[in-house]
């Protein structure tokens, strides 16, 4: 079965911290994306990466920057977490076809107060 | 731009009875036409996926879709409705201009409850 595992289901920050939200996917899979949900907006995509190393901007990227160093590994930070980045955050992958789907990970609730 | 619209954000069936949970989409070319479920405080889980071949596709739970070209729609249905359907289910097309196509476009969200 294919896992991606997010390394936290819930966290609370504060206002202005540098949060890392962590990402591992155990299938070889060369797409990886970040999401945030909420309540009426559906899946928003902050950025995805579709190599090594090289990433994309979504449609809500500020605040937010990726890191992938690894295949298997892609990092979301908030540079300075605010109140308005309180949010449900998925982790997913996909092969590079464009006929395979996305695997999702459990997602991280976070919370900034 | 290439958009998912799914009609209805709630909907409310009694246990038993049919699930017809409404997509359409844009696509200038044949599209790759998926839907997810998510439970609570889940991640997002595949029901099915269409790609071509046969219009009618068989997922996970009872469920199906067909897509339909001449609607431009991709409907999910269960004949028969139990509790643990309830939750919530997206609708996405795969992306197919130069700027998205590594991409899912996904709907907003179809919430179902199931009243015993």
């Known amino acids: 079965d294919v896992k991606v595992t997010q390394s936290s289901r819930y966290l609370v920050k504060r206002t202005g911290e540098k949060v890392f939200l962590e990402c591992v996917q155990d299938?070889?899979?060369?797409?990886m994306f970040w999401y945030r949900q909420d309540p009426g907006l559906g899946l928003r995509l902050i950025y995805f990466?579709?190599?090594?190393?090289?990433?994309e901007k979504g449609d809500i990227p500020e605040g937010y920057s990726v890191s992938r160093e690894k295949k298997e590994r892609f990092s979301l930070i908030l540079e300075s977490a605010s109140t308005n980045q309180t949010s449900m955050y998925l982790c997913?992958?996909?092969?590079?076809?464009?006929?395979?789907?996305?695997?999702f990970g459990q997602g991280t609730r976070l919370t900034v107060v | 731009a290439q958009s998912v619209t799914q009609l209805g954000s709630h909907v409310s069936v009694s246990e038993g009875a049919l699930v017809l949970l409404r997509c359409n989409y844009s696509?200038?070319?044949?599209?790759?036409l998926f839907w997810y479920v998510q439970y609570p405080n889940q991640g997002l889980q595949l029901l099915l996926k269409?790609?071509?071949?046969a219009t009618l596709v068989k997922g996970i739970n009872g469920f199906e879709a067909e897509f339909k070209k001449s609607e431009t729609s991709f409907h999910l249905t269960k004949p028969s409705a139990h509790m643990s359907d309830a939750a919530e289910y997206f609708c996405a097309v795969r992306g197919v201009n130069a700027g998205n196509n590594r991409k899912l476009i996904w709907g907003l969200g179809t919430s179902l409850a199931v009243n015993p």
């Open positions: 990466s579709y190599d090594v190393k090289m990433k």
């Open positions: 299938m070889d899979h060369e797409n």
């Open positions: 269409y790609t071509t071949g």
């Open positions: 696509s200038s070319v044949p599209p790759y």
């Open positions: 997913a992958s996909s092969l590079r076809g464009g006929n395979t789907e996305a695997f």
